[in-house]
């Protein structure tokens, strides 16, 4: 069935530092893929997607860049702040959202 | 716009019994999704509903179920509640406009379900 990967699952980077998210999914004909934050006790909130004809988006520290042939899509976040610090969760989509297991990003000051 | 609401909040059933959680979707949204969230188990994703009918499941059993009215609410149910169906059910809205899994789904607060 579909699955999607998602790595680390904790990182931990000082402040201004770059973090970066990376997932991979099973389904080849997924075609949108969403990044979604979710801090501490709040609701999950988009924060970038991309669809499968474009190669990378990018929105102000937010970038996404995707890989169709490696099935895999990454996030990038540049100069990282303390309010940056959630879980962020992949995923990709052919009907059915589906998450990957979530990432903890920790930016210390 | 309100944003979308959950009730309960919380609740704490037995093993065996049965739950209905509810779910409002922000005005003017058509779809709306079901998620059961642990920490192990991170986000999965249970059924879509649109225009009252659903669309797309998830790989969850029978005992898991749902509905959606003419106003766009949703109610999930869960019968025979076992305790690995202690979690966080959130549900998201979205207009609906685009295929099913597709653009910004808007989450509410979750409900958590303790089962004993």
């Known amino acids: 069935g579909e699955n999607v990967e ?8 000082q402040e201004g530092d770059s973090a970066v998210i990376k997932c991979t999914y099973s389904d080849s004909a997924s075609n949108y893929f969403p990044w979604y934050k979710q801090e501490l006790g709040k609701r999950p909130q988009l924060i970038i997607d991309i669809r499968s004809n474009v190669g990378e988006k990018k929105d102000q520290r937010i970038a996404v860049t995707l890989n169709k042939t490696a099935k895999h899509f990454s996030l990038h976040i540049t100069e990282t702040q303390p309010e940056d610090s959630a879980v962020y969760f992949c995923a990709a989509t052919r009907g059915k959202l589906i998450f990957g297991q979530g990432t903890e990003l920790s930016v210390k000051p | 716009k309100a944003g979308v ?3 309960p ?4 059933k037995t093993r065996g019994q049965q739950v209905t959680l509810s779910c409002s979707p922000i005005s003017g949204h058509r779809s709306v999704s079901w998620y059961q969230q642990t920490p192990g188990q991170g986000l999965q994703f249970l059924f879509e509903y649109f225009s009252e009918t659903q669309r797309n499941k998830g790989n969850f059993p029978g005992r898991f179920s749902g509905r959606q009215f003419s106003n766009s609410r949703s109610e999930m149910n869960v019968s025979t509640l076992e305790l690995g169906d202690s979690a966080l059910y959130l549900c998201a809205s979205s207009l609906g406009s685009e295929p099913p899994g597709y653009g910004e789904q808007f989450f509410g607060p979750g409900t958590r379900l ?3």
């Open chain 2, 5 to 7: 609401t959950q009730t």
């Open chain 2, 9 to 12: 909040r919380y609740l704490i």
């Open chain 1, 6 to 13: 998602q790595h680390p699952s904790t990182l931990s980077v």
């Open chain 2, 114 to 116: 303790t089962v004993l």
